[in-house]
């Protein structure tokens, strides 16, 4: 994967917001370097520009998206993902045609496949190595642009993004507030602003407790044990009983067996993961100046729009 010369003009220093000097390597071996005047320098391997050393907090997605590569993909096959991408941002993908979208979040790509595949110019902005995982599924294509970076400081211009959307993904930063304060100024004037955050209800609050001892366990034991949702499944399908189980044992839904798995790690592994109300999210909105803001069907997803003037 190359890097695009369109995403270079949209980058910023995440530390000062300085411009952004692109510094061939003097040895064929080395990798090209963004430097910026406050003396930091960002290097750009395999066509992806690295504003951060490590994943940090993030570690579990980076554990699960190299073992699940493919998994959401596949399950695109059936137009699974384009669904649930206009359920939680109320928008169509062929909508976005020409635009230039950020997608926080992108992990291995599986939403901004379908945004790009639609004719948008999408950046995947990824804090976890779940990055590479998305080079390898869509580097090949050219208006697709990958960062590794943090959304709580977005290494981006601000107002060059037409539309910015973030599934499931605010929630597994320290501040979800904050993160999500932090795209605002990002987006161009008239532009929207989408996102999905877990609800706040009795079964989350069952699953906190059980969650105060499955992010200490190591990543591979709980990825082992989570496979045990695939018979308990069954037991949540029990007349009478199910429903009870189902409450004190929150689990995946999901009737397929590796998407079951995935989903359950997913719940259980994130060092992060708070959970929101309406009435906060839409609180966020409209103290960020954002205006026309529609809560859709799913909690919680609210979308709001930047206004022109």
């Known amino acids: 994967m190359n890097l695009p010369s369109w995403l270079a003009d949209l980058l910023v220093?995440?530390?000062c917001g300085g411009d952004l000097r692109l510094q061939s390597p003097s040895e064929p071996a080395r990798d090209p370097v963004f430097v910026c005047s406050c003396g930091r320098s960002f290097p750009v391997r395999e066509g992806v520009p690295r504003f951060v050393e490590s994943d940090a907090y993030v570690s579990s997605f980076s554990f699960e998206w190299d073992i699940h590569r493919r998994t959401q993909f596949d399950e695109n096959t059936a137009g699974a993902s384009t669904r649930r991408f206009v359920e939680v941002t109320g928008v169509r993908p062929e909508e976005l045609h020409s635009q230039t979208v950020l997608d926080a979040g992108v992990g291995t790509g599986r939403f901004a496949d379908v945004v790009s595949s639609r004719?948008?110019?999408?950046?995947?902005?990824?804090?976890?190595?779940?990055?590479?995982?998305?080079?390898?599924?869509?580097?090949?294509?050219?208006?697709?642009?990958?960062?590794?970076?943090?959304?709580?400081?977005?290494?981006?211009?601000?107002?060059?993004?037409?539309?910015?959307?973030?599934?499931?993904?605010?929630?597994?930063?320290?501040?979800?507030?904050?993160?999500?304060?932090?795209?605002?100024?990002?987006?161009?004037?008239?532009?929207?602003?989408?996102?999905?955050?877990?609800?706040?209800?009795?079964s989350s609050r069952i699953s906190d407790v059980y969650r105060r001892f499955t992010v200490r366990l190591p990543k591979r034991l709980l990825y082992l044990l989570c496979h045990l949702a695939g018979p308990l499944y069954y037991l949540g399908e029990i007349p009478v009983a199910g429903p009870v189980f189902r409450f004190v044992m929150p689990i995946s839904r999901h009737p397929k067996w590796r998407l079951r798995v995935l989903d359950t790690f997913d719940w259980y592994s994130p060092r992060y993961q708070s959970k929101h109300t309406y009435p906060e999210v839409f609180r966020w909105f409209r103290t960020s100046g954002l205006a026309d803001v529609e809560l859709m069907d799913i909690p919680v997803c609210v979308r709001g729009r930047k206004p022109a003037a």
């Open 119 to 202: 004719g948008a110019r999408v950046v995947g902005l990824d804090l976890s190595y779940a990055v590479d995982v998305a080079r390898e599924n869509m580097g090949h294509r050219e208006n697709v642009g990958l960062v590794h970076g943090d959304i709580c400081a977005p290494p981006f211009r601000p107002e060059c993004f037409d539309f910015i959307y973030s599934i499931g993904v605010l929630h597994h930063t320290p501040d979800a507030e904050r993160a999500f304060r932090s795209l605002v100024p990002l987006l161009k004037r008239g532009g929207s602003i989408a996102v999905y955050l877990y609800p706040r209800d009795a």
């Open 13 to 15: 220093c995440p530390f």
